[in-house]
């Protein structure tokens, strides 16, 4: 049975750090790209970063590039964001995504929530 399983969302203060997790099962990790989406209140879903498998290439939206940093534990088969100097306008629900990257396969956490105030 395929799962993605998020962990991690809390509510922290600008400037902290926090990591989410995701953890996979059911399917084969290494043939799939690992991609964090997000959804702001009142906003369209928007990727943040994402991961491809064997060469652990990754690509960031401008706003996550510099402070966060995806990454993959091939081993554990779970992927994480690591977000660090978060932002009030960073609060969203955040989504765990894998792409099969021969366009078979598309599976989506649960969501978690991230809430940056002071």
């Known amino acids: 049975q395929v799962q993605v399983v998020q962990s991690g969302g809390t509510s922290v203060q600008p400037g902290w750090s926090l990591r989410l997790d995701c953890t996979t099962y059911?399917?084969?990790?290494?043939?799939?790209?690992m991609r964090w989406f997000r959804r702001r209140p009142g906003k369209e879903l928007e990727l943040v970063a994402s991961?491809?498998?064997?060469?652990?290439?990754?690509t960031y939206a401008d706003f996550a590039r510099g402070r966060f940093t995806i990454s993959r534990d091939d081993s554990k088969d779970t992927v994480f964001l690591w977000m660090d100097r978060v932002a009030p306008e960073d609060t969203a629900m955040y989504y765990c995504?894998?792409?099969?990257?021969?366009?078979?396969?598309?599976?989506w956490g649960q969501g978690t929530q991230v809430t940056v105030s002071s």
């Open positions: 995504n894998a792409r099969g990257v021969t366009g078979r396969g598309d599976y």
């Open positions: 059911g399917f084969t990790f290494l043939d799939h790209s």
């Open positions: 991961i491809e498998p064997f060469t652990g290439n990754t």
